[in-house]
T-cell receptor
Framework: GAGVSQSPRYKVAKRGQDVALRCDPI?????LFWYQQALGQGPEFLTY????????KSGLPSDRFFAERPEGSVSTLKIQRTQQEDSAVYLC??????????????FGSGTQLSVL | AQKITQTQPGMFVQEKEAVTLDCTYD???????LFWYKQPSSGEMIFLIY??????QNATEGRYSLNFQKARKSANLVISASQLGDSAMYFC??????????FGGGTRVLVKP
């Protein structure tokens, strides 16, 4: 596809359920990021991949959150035993290059997770 | 640590007028980049403009310009000739050491006809 694709667009989970959120980055993009955006706030960094390597997971709020990108393309963010405070929009972004410097991030439309 | 502050939670602007969105930042890294993103109700973050810390001139992209004042650590976005489609959330973001963006809390802009 032409852009970053995320699925599902909306997810409703009962507290305690496990969820899996998928991100398809732009083909050929090396870097992939996950962000969490609470209602009315700016996105907060969760984790970063360069190809299949998870180089930074400092933003993951607890060990219930796990992300993977096994083949360096599609990524999955998994949340185990969901809690109400996990309710947010989860944004995925990708960029062509790796490393520091100017790299425009391309964002998906996000997955809105509601935990009841 | 990096920090971005957007002090205006919301703004009204008359169609065809200009609007300035404030952004201040804090970082100890000498090399950094500042980004502005637009987030319409659809949720997607749309890149608007970029300013590098060593850039000598203020960045411009069409109707968007960035008023970069390095000594004051500010990077305000100016939108000229506002259009109804400019109604959205606007986020300022900083990238310094490492490869992640740090976002501010955003400013909601509503353009009035």
């Amino acid at each position: 596809g032409a852009g970053v694709s995320q699925s599902p667009r909306y997810k409703v989970a009962k507290r305690g359920q496990d969820v899996a959120l998928r991100c398809d980055p732009i083909s050929g993009h090396v870097s992939l990021f996950w962000y969490q955006q609470a209602l009315g706030q700016g996105p907060e960094f969760l984790t970063y991949f360069q190809n299949e390597a998870q180089l930074d997971k400092s933003g993951l709020p607890s060990d219930r959150f796990f992300a993977e990108r096994p083949e360096g393309s599609v990524s999955t963010l998994k949340i185990q035993r969901t809690q109400q405070e996990d309710s947010a929009v989860y944004l995925c972004a990708s960029s062509l290059a790796a490393g520091t410097g100017y790299e425009k991030l391309f964002f998906g439309s996000g997955t809105q997770l509601s935990v009841l | 640590a990096q920090k971005i502050t957007q002090t205006q939670p919301g703004m009204f602007v008359q169609e065809k007028e200009a609007v300035t969105l404030d952004c201040t930042y804090d970082t100890s890294d000498p090399s950094y980049g500042l980004f502005w993103y637009k987030q319409p109700s659809s949720g997607e973050m749309i890149f608007l403009i970029y300013q590098g810390s060593y850039d000598q001139q203020n960045a411009t992209e069409g109707r968007y310009s960035l008023n970069f004042q390095k000594a004051r650590k500010s990077a305000n976005l100016v939108i000229s000739a506002s259009q109804l489609g400019d109604s959205a959330m606007y986020f300022c973001a900083l990238k310094a050491a490492g490869n992640k963006l740090t976002f501010g809390g955003g400013t909601r802009v509503l353009v009035k006809p």
